[in-house]
């Protein structure tokens, strides 16, 4: 079931994440570069079995993501490689910023927050 779930996110993220947060992010006059959503490193990645990817029994900032923390120790980011993962919407405390205890729809919530707060 876990792997369904896997494949079906991967499917959609350019449709349900991707062009979210790409919205976000030239908002503010940025543009986004997703780096780990190359098409070789995504089919790697597809490649090795789920334990080689993450291991839930571990606590967060441990078990998930197990590849990229690897990678991150062996180039010494040693404390990025134990931060917890959050999206970015979550991560970047936008929500918390804007006041906004749930995210809208992309036209409506971006009208919302530059009306009630003067984010521009």
Do not use: W, Y
Request: glycine fraction near 8%.
């Amino acid at each position: 079931r876990l792997m369904r779930e896997i494949e079906f996110d991967l499917r959609r993220v350019s449709v349900r994440n991707l062009g979210r947060d790409d919205r976000c992010i030239s908002d503010h006059g940025k543009e986004a570069r997703f780096p780990f959503l190359d098409e070789q490193v995504v089919s790697f990645l597809q490649s090795l079995p789920l334990a080689e990817k993450m291991d839930l029994s571990l606590p967060r900032g441990v078990g998930e993501k197990k590849v990229l923390r690897e990678v991150a120790g062996i180039l010494g980011l040693f404390f990025s490689a134990t931060l917890p993962k959050k999206a970015i919407q979550f991560g970047s405390n936008f929500a918390k910023v804007t006041g906004s205890t749930k995210i809208k729809a992309h036209e409506d919530f971006f009208v919302h927050v530059k009306t009630d707060t003067g984010v521009n």
